[in-house]
């Protein structure tokens, strides 16, 4: 039996440790360090866990995401086509202050959403601004939500509180949820781990 050439060990040594590092990228981007609870019930309906992930900017953790929804979804066409409510809970991963999330938050409604879309829902998107803004800065372990009900709107959270009355619509909501699961998400692999991908 001839003795395996370097070459061939080379190339299969590389094509193993490429596989690992695949592994690796989609355990980083499921294996969140924050501890959600399976299910919130919203207005009377009970929400599962459809996915969680991390945000990250570069190679530092931001905050850890779960997405809530009455039913399985695995595309961004059938999450925002889902009726009933929604909801978003993050964990701060690190200090941030308040305005960057909120200027963060419009960039992402900005690159997913037709301007006309913004501009129609100006007041509801000055409204989370304002909110983030109104809290100096985040703390690593704080946490926020954003919450959508029918005939509602949506309620914005921080540390479990409300901040003030519902906003927008459903239409509002979808363009939220586009931060994240839009052509142009936040964090593509955060999309995949929102979607269950």
């Not at 094509?15 to 499921?30: E, I, N, S, Y």
């Not at 695995?74 to 009726?83: F, G, I, M, R």
């Not at 006309?116 to 000055?126: C, D, G, I, W, Y």
Request: glycine fraction near 8%; hydrophobic fraction near 45%.
């Amino acid at each position: 039996m001839k003795p395996i050439s370097f070459h061939i060990r080379y190339a299969l040594l590389a094509g193993a440790m490429c596989c690992a590092c695949a592994a690796l990228q989609v355990q980083a981007a499921t294996a969140v360090s924050s501890t959600f609870a399976p299910t919130q019930v919203v207005q009377g309906t009970t929400l599962s866990v459809n996915g969680m992930g991390t945000r990250y900017r570069a190679i530092f953790k931001v905050y850890d995401l779960a997405l809530y929804t009455a039913s399985k979804v695995s595309t961004p066409e059938a999450l925002l086509a889902l009726p009933g409510p929604k909801r978003l809970n993050f964990v701060a991963l690190r200090d941030m202050p308040g305005t960057d999330l909120g200027l963060a938050f419009i960039k992402g409604l900005n690159s997913n959403s037709s301007p006309e879309l913004v501009q129609k829902h100006t007041a509801s998107s000055t409204r989370l601004i304002d909110i983030f803004s109104g809290k100096p800065k985040l703390v690593a372990g704080d946490t926020f939500a954003m919450e959508y009900v029918p005939g509602k709107g949506t309620t914005f959270f921080i540390q479990g509180q409300p901040q003030g009355a519902p906003v927008g619509d459903a239409e509002f909501f979808s363009m939220v949820l586009k931060i994240w699961v839009g052509p142009a998400p936040a964090d593509f692999k955060l999309k995949d781990a929102l979607l269950g991908m």
